[in-house]
């Protein structure tokens, strides 16, 4: 079964477009996580969520929104994609609160804008 | 904001060669964490360090939690083909986020 996952896994598109990204975790864990990992490897966090509620919000253009339905689910959309963010964006989630416990990481959505 | 260097960037080794990766951070961190990203995965967890000088084995993997809670190390022993990968520290300040390392990447030379 799978802890975290993440849909699509693939997902090309051309600039001014809006898109989501769906992530599920099965594992019970009140805090879920969207990073993005850009293409020199950097992991950097851009929000978190406890039990539906945003905890962080990163410097993050507004033109991302995350919306979690319940606590299982968090989706992250994007819009008037830009150049800049192709990428790949992971989900995670973890039992504890950020910087508690260790985090499950989804496969990862690999972003391309063109 | 806080920050945590890693360092080497990149590591070739030969098999068989030992590797060590360095996190360094300048202030004090509650838990330092580490991870391992195979290429074209995600990273997935190895470790959690808590106490000051904590010193922890998973087979020939060996991780240390420095004396001031500042930096910390991964040591691989007699590395392995399987051991390619991106690892990278990710320290926590309090209880605030997770902040992830610069990542070292390894490759092994068979």
């Known amino acids: 079964d799978t802890a975290v996952s993440q849909t699509p896994k693939y997902l090309v598109t051309q600039m001014g477009n809006d898109k989501s990204i769906k992530c599920e975790q099965n594992?019970?864990?009140?805090?879920m996580y969207w990073y993005k990992q850009d293409s020199k490897k950097f992991l950097k966090i851009m929000f978190s969520?406890?039990?539906?509620?945003?905890?962080i919000n990163e410097t993050v253009p507004n033109r991302f929104s995350p919306k979690s339905p319940d606590k299982a689910h968090l989706n992250l959309h994007i819009n008037s994609l830009e150049l800049g963010d192709s990428a790949v964006y992971f989900c995670?989630?973890?039992?504890?609160?950020?910087?508690?416990?260790?985090?499950?990481f989804g496969p990862g959505t690999r972003l391309t804008v063109t | 904001g806080q920050q945590v260097m890693q360092i080497p960037q990149y590591q070739h080794v030969q098999e068989g060669e030992d590797f060590t990766t360095y996190c360094n951070s300048s202030t004090t961190l509650s838990n330092i964490q580490w991870y391992k990203q195979r290429p074209g995965g995600h990273p997935v967890f190895l470790i959690q360090?808590?106490?000051?000088?904590e010193v922890k084995k998973q087979k020939r993997l060996t991780f240390q939690f420095g004396e001031a809670k500042k930096n910390s190390s991964l040591h691989i022993t007699a590395t392995q083909t399987t051991d390619v990968g991106t690892y990278f520290c990710?320290?926590?300040?309090?209880?605030?986020?997770?902040?992830f390392g610069t990542g070292t990447r390894l490759t092994i030379i068979p």
């Open positions: 990710a320290g926590a300040f309090g209880n605030e986020k997770l902040t």
């Open positions: 360090l808590v106490k000051s000088g």
């Open positions: 594992l019970g864990h009140d805090t």
């Open positions: 969520y406890n039990n539906k509620e945003l905890i």
């Open positions: 995670a989630s973890s039992r504890l609160g950020q910087g508690s416990g260790e985090q499950y």
